[in-house]
């Protein structure tokens, strides 16, 4: 069975790009997770989804950034435009119904 | 936002010891989960407790859920090199709360 699928696993861009991230959820979940790591800040929150619809984007930094779930099988996270402060890994991870997450393999995001 | 304090920060044991390490709230968690991390992947849930006393094996892995409510533990048995990596506590601490607090990390350093 597969898991979290990611894509893609490696984004180097310059400043003022826009950035797009992809996520398929495991099958059968009905909430989707954006997360951030960094090494100051550790994991954030940034978005999450019910049955395609976001619940709480309080964690979202700026205006900067967006999320879409037009689906139960994707969601995308968009930066436009990226700054050098955006680079992170980026994890998105689906949910059980007894409230397990499980983390995608990230994508690690680098802005010159 | 509220953070869970896991300690040690971090471990540096030989290969074949045991391991333990823990993870404290000010407030009561319904569920505990534990991640572990490698270097350049994601999160992997290792096992989750849902009842204030349960004590849960995976492996040579054991945790439990505190009693109070407030503190879970997990311990590692007979140690091996791809034991390595960083170790997180997790849990929604609201009853029904879909977003999950994350602890501080504990880096487990495996000596040859």
């Known amino acids: 069975d597969a898991g979290v699928i990611q894509s893609p696993r490696h984004e180097v861009t310059e400043m003022g790009q826009e950035v797009t991230l992809r996520c398929k959820p495991i099958s059968g979940h009905n909430s989707l997770f954006w997360y951030r790591q960094t090494m100051m800040r550790g994991l954030e929150l940034l978005i999450y989804f019910n049955n395609n619809v976001p619940i709480d984007d309080s964690g979202m930094p700026e205006d900067r950034f967006s999320a879409k779930m037009p689906n139960a099988s994707f969601s995308t996270l968009k930066i436009q435009p990226s700054e050098p402060r955006d680079s992170a890994v980026y994890f998105c991870a689906s949910r059980t119904i007894t409230g397990e997450q499980f983390f995608g393999p990230g994508t690690r995001l680098t802005v010159l | 936002g509220q953070q869970l304090n896991q300690s040690p920060q971090s471990m540096f044991i030989q290969e074949g010891e045991d391991v333990s390490m823990n993870c404290t709230s000010s407030?009561?968690?319904?569920?505990w989960l534990w991640y572990k991390q490698d270097p350049g992947e994601g999160p992997v849930l290792l096992i989750a407790l849902y009842k204030a006393g349960e004590l849960t094996s995976n492996g040579r892995l054991t945790a439990q859920f505190g009693i109070t409510r407030k503190d879970s533990f997990l311990n590692i048995s007979a140690s091996i090199p791809s034991d390595v990596g960083i170790y997180f506590c997790?849990?929604?601490?609201?009853?029904?709360?879909?977003?999950?607090?994350f602890g501080t990390g504990t880096r487990l350093t495996i000596i040859p």
């Open positions: 997790a849990g929604p601490n609201n009853f029904g709360n879909e977003k999950l607090t």
């Open positions: 407030s009561i968690f319904n569920t």
